[in-house]
């Protein structure tokens, strides 16, 4: 939790400075893969400061517009009250609302949720299989999966380049920017920790969920892993 009270003030910042401003299409394809409904009720896990949600909120009232329907319901739920606080400060959408609360213990009922994400946040949970079912036990029958985050690219030579990036120059973005090196020290080796895309496939499909699928982006620097509770 102390890193990311570290860095809240410079987040969204941050993201932009290491992946280029490419962080915001990755974004945008996760947002139109979830497909946002009316009436729905939208679970956004490790949600920082709403990046997400307002995605969602957005699409689900263009939906809305195009079809009618029930307002839809964004849930942003992050483990960090910093974090939900610098959201609150950014302002939201309508449908938005926020909260503090953990991954691994979700407060909300079994079957109470229509779609269900977490974007570059499960790496960072102690225990992702508990986090998973987590996902799996607060969807109803039918419900989506959307996890986004950083992982394994597929071309040797686009990994060398990346990891050398990762490792060099974000820590030192970091201490220039947000003036706390360690910490984005720390988030580049949570990220190369983090099991491959065929490896976290079937963590997700040991957690109950049905047709998974992964989309690399940018050649696996990220990953989005889509599955349903069925």
């Known amino acids: 939790r102390g890193v990311f009270d570290s860095v809240a003030s410079s ?15 990755w974004k945008d394809a996760a947002a139109a893969k979830l497909n946002p409904r009316p009436g729905e009720t939208i679970l956004d896990v490790a949600g920082g400061t709403g990046d997400m949600a307002r995605r ?38 309508p449908e938005m609302q926020w909260t503090v609360g953990d991954a691994m213990a979700l407060p909300m009922p079994d079957a109470s949720v229509d779609a269900y994400s977490i974007s570059f946040g499960i790496r960072n ?8 079912r987590e996902a799996r036990r607060v969807l109803k029958p039918g419900g989506r999966f959307l ?16 990891d050398a990036w990762s490792f060099h120059a974000i820590p030192r973005i970091g201490g220039w920017v947000a003036g706390d090196r360690d910490s984005y020290q720390y988030l580049v080796e949570s990220i190369r920790r ?15 969920f049905s047709r998974v699928t992964v989309t690399n982006l940018s050649g696996g620097v990220a990953a989005i892993h ?3 509770a069925i």
């Open 125 to 132: 949970v102690a225990d992702i299989p508990q986090a998973l």
């Open 56 to 93: 969602y909120s957005k699409l689900a009232r263009a939906a809305q517009g195009r079809r009618g329907g029930a307002d839809a319901s964004v849930i942003v739920l992050d483990y960090n009250a910093e974090m939900i606080m610098a959201g609150v400060h950014k302002g939201g959408e």
């Open 147 to 162: 996890c986004l985050e950083f992982s394994r690219p597929t071309a040797s030579a686009v990994r060398k380049a990346y």
């Open 194 to 208: 983090f099991p491959d895309q065929a490896t976290f496939k079937r963590m997700i499909e040991d957690a109950g």
């Open 11 to 25: 987040y969204d910042l941050m993201n932009d400075l290491m992946s280029g401003g490419v962080h915001r299409l």
């Open 226 to 228: 889509h599955g349903w």
